[in-house]
């Protein structure tokens, strides 16, 4: 049944129209055929009883005067049809009275009264009585043969299917000319979609309407959904567009100050050298980092909101290289080991979020390591049916349970600010680029157990309509 | 002390007084002597560069994020007023990307310079307009 209803709409349609014109003619051929034959028939068998009758009648004189010579030669005519084979003429009380036999049986048949007829074992059967003026004389029995009657069936019956197979061809033929009618709007709006649907969206396309019927509503309907969507990619651009260049000026001006403080700061801390007090140096100072800090938040915010909008393609990565570039540009402290597992994929995906991503998590765990003279992080991969699941695991000071979800809020550090500095936005943007991808991120840890941090990321790059290219800003 | 070879003022035309203050402090830390002219936005440089009293400067510094006038209008109107003429004039920007529109302009720009101004680049741009020399030096 499944295969019936994933034909095409072309094929479904001729075969409706056959189905209904093959079961329509069956149906009338049926009956036109039953009904011909059945004339056949009694044609036949009217021809032969009214020849027997008529020659029969011309017995009833040599009858009446039992002169069977004479109804011999009367039965002359009849013996001349080729298709009579046996000819039998009875008198009144029933007994043979003269005969005419073609071939085999010479069998008597019973005499029947009545007149009777029938088609019986290939031959026409026939009795007629013999009457002259009104008086009956006797019966005549005529046995032919039906051959002809087959054969007139038979014939008859080939014209017929032949015929018939003519009609559905030509039906087949019209339907498959007409059908186009139906199928060919919705094949090409099917087309349409499917073009939409794939890599390179177009959504400015519109179909043509093909008529004022449901179909060309469909179509209405259609490229009103395409407006729909073309207008809201405009304003998504639009949007993301105002975003990107709010995020960058609010990042530019909210810089601005920070830069004055801390140079006034440095310039105090400079022209009171002689005289400033170590409190006042220690305060200056603070000052600064805090300065540094904020700085360091607007860049984390700014990296936040423009993330995943500066790249929607994919390109093909070599991950082992790719996280082995990040290590040196990370520079580890000396003593530390930092490996890279083996399986890692070469693949197409969006480079500069995997890159996001593997940055942010060595970089924790380098940062956050508590014996860095002889730690050691390893980055590894593992394959899964639909996609890879990736870890970095280091032997640091673990996190406690208690936070693992927490970690991964915005904002949210775990060591105290002074003794480690972070924005505490790294993991947030982490799991914002990876269930980006449709991925998941989580940790395994215990205190003192050191932390190891699992994602899974897509083999292939997620399909997405096209996104804004975003500003660059001064700090790339 | 080194012989000076001009001991005009420098024009200085900014807004933003954290700016002007390390303008100062470089020219300060890089002994330079000549007296620095600040005017707050373009309309009042170019009162200071029409007073026929008062010394031309030998050198402008511009910040182009100005109210009033910035400094693309002052840059206009000094060239059709013809009273910076002669006086190269370094344009201080905060962005990179503003140097790409100036670099379609021939507006007798002698060179730029990205804020924070960082002394060491300060010199660079001196130098590279020759124009260091013509500062007088502080007595040490």
């Known amino acids: 049944m499944r295969i019936l209803t994933n034909l095409s709409i072309r094929n479904k349609l001729i075969g409706i129209i056959l189905v209904s014109t093959v079961l329509s003619l ?108 009104g008086d009956r004389y006797g019966t005549i029995y005529v046995r032919a043969s039906a051959a002809s009657l087959d054969q007139q069936i038979q014939q008859y019956l080939f014209s017929m299917g032949g015929l018939g197979l003519v009609l559905v061809l030509f039906a087949g033929a019209t339907a498959y000319g007409l059908q186009g009618f139906i199928s060919s709007p919705i094949l090409e709006l099917a087309e349409t979609a499917r073009q939409i649907s794939s890599e390179e969206a177009d959504y400015s396309v519109r179909v043509r309407k093909p008529g004022n019927d449901e179909i060309g509503e469909l179509y209405d309907g259609f490229n009103e959904m395409l407006s729909q969507i073309q207008r809201r990619q405009e304003e998504l651009e639009r949007s993301n567009r105002d975003l990107d260049q709010f995020a960058y000026v609010a990042s530019h001006d909210l810089k601005a100050p920070l830069r004055a403080i801390a140079t006034l700061a440095g310039w105090i801390e400079e022209d009171l050298e002689p005289v400033i007090t170590p409190e006042s140096r ?91 003279e002889t730690g050691s992080i390893e980055v590894g991969v593992e394959e899964k049916p639909r996609e890879l ?59 003192g157990q050191g932390a190891t941090f699992y994602f899974t990321w897509p083999k292939e790059p997620k399909q997405e309509p096209h996104s804004y290219v975003g500003l660059d800003s001064e700090n790339g | 002390m080194r012989v000076m070879r001009g001991n005009k003022p420098l024009l200085l035309v900014e807004d933003d007084e954290v700016d002007v203050l390390t ?66 004039i370094v344009v201080l920007t905060t962005s990179r990307q503003d140097q790409d529109i100036f670099e379609g302009f021939d507006l007798n720009v002698a060179g730029y310079m990205v804020k924070p101004v960082d002394y060491r680049k300060f010199v660079e741009v001196m130098q590279a307009i020759d124009l260091y020399w013509t500062l007088s030096e502080l007595p040490r």
């Open chain 1, 26 to 133: 069956a149906a009338g051929f049926a009956y036109v055929i039953t009904t011909s034959i059945q004339r056949f028939h009694d044609d036949l068998i009217t021809t032969t009883e009214t020849v027997t009758e008529a020659v029969g009648n011309y017995t009833a004189l040599p009858l009446a005067f039992e002169n069977p010579e004479e109804a011999h030669t009367s039965l002359q005519p009849l013996r001349a049809l080729e298709m009579v084979t046996d000819v039998y003429l009875f008198d009144l009380k029933n007994e043979l009275f003269d005969y005419y036999s073609k071939g085999e049986s010479i069998e008597v048949p019973e005499v029947e009264q009545e007149e009777f007829s029938e088609i019986r074992d290939g031959y026409v059967h026939c009795f007629r009585p013999v009457v002259f003026e």
């Open chain 1, 282 to 372: 220690e305060q200056l100072q603070l000052m600064q980092s805090r300065v540094a800090r904020m700085d360091g938040l607007i860049d984390g915010i700014l990296q936040y909101s423009r993330v995943g909008r500066l790249e929607s393609e994919g390109e093909e990565v070599d991950a082992d290289e790719m996280i082995r570039e990040l290590i040196e540009v990370l520079s580890p402290p000396a003593g530390m080991k930092v490996t890279v597992g083996p399986g890692m994929p070469v693949f197409i995906t969006k480079r500069l979020r995997l890159e996001q991503v593997f940055l942010n998590l060595i970089s924790n765990a380098i940062k956050y390591h508590d014996h860095v």
């Open chain 1, 389 to 447: 699941q990736f870890y970095v695991k280091d032997d640091g000071p673990g996190i406690d349970p208690r936070h693992h979800d927490r970690v991964f809020l915005m904002f949210q550090t775990l060591a105290p600010r002074d003794k480690v500095e972070s924005t505490g936005l790294g993991l947030s943007l982490v799991t914002k680029l990876v269930e980006e991808e449709g991925g998941k991120v989580w940790v395994e840890s215990e205190v």
């Open chain 2, 23 to 88: 303008v100062r402090r470089a020219l300060r830390d890089l002994r330079v002597a000549n007296e620095l002219m600040v005017a707050g936005d373009g309309e009042e440089a170019l009162t200071i560069l029409r007073d026929p009293e008062r010394p031309r400067p030998a050198l402008i510094l511009l910040d182009l994020n100005m109210p009033r006038m910035n400094g693309l209008e002052f840059l206009r109107a000094a060239r059709e007023e013809e009273v910076a003429r002669g006086i190269p």
